[in-house]
């Protein structure tokens, strides 16, 4: 390990035991979309999830409504959610974010 990325080791499955995985967010909770709900609404629906996670599920602390002045602040344009209805021309996910210029922030104010 020592920081470098070693891909055979990720392949052989050999450190699965130190894998975590981090939740900052929830867009669906039992086939609703929760998406529209404020940042910290949904916070407090992902917390109460998983009562009796297992080790290894950490969540994300919330840390307030995130707007688009401090989005440009760290030299970001702006977000724009791009959801595809059709298959994408091109072999990548269909769901995904893009930073766009002049678009409204994904977590920020409608």
């Avoid at 959610?81 to 409204?104: F, I, K, N, W």
Wanted: glycine content about 10%; hydrophobic content about 35%; proline content about 8%.
């Amino acid at each position: 390990m020592d920081g470098l990325s070693d891909f055979n080791a990720l392949h052989s499955r050999k450190h699965d035991h130190e894998a975590q995985l981090y939740a900052f967010d929830i867009l669906a909770m039992g086939g609703d979309d929760v998406g529209a709900l404020p940042l910290h609404l949904r916070k407090t629906n992902l917390e109460q999830l998983p009562a009796r996670r297992p080790d290894g599920i950490i969540m994300a602390p919330f840390e307030g409504e995130i707007v688009p002045d401090q989005f440009r602040a760290a030299g970001f344009k702006g977000l724009r959610e791009d959801l595809q209805t059709s298959p994408p021309a091109h072999p990548r996910r269909a769901d995904r974010a893009s930073y766009v210029e002049g678009s409204r922030a994904l977590a920020g104010p409608g």
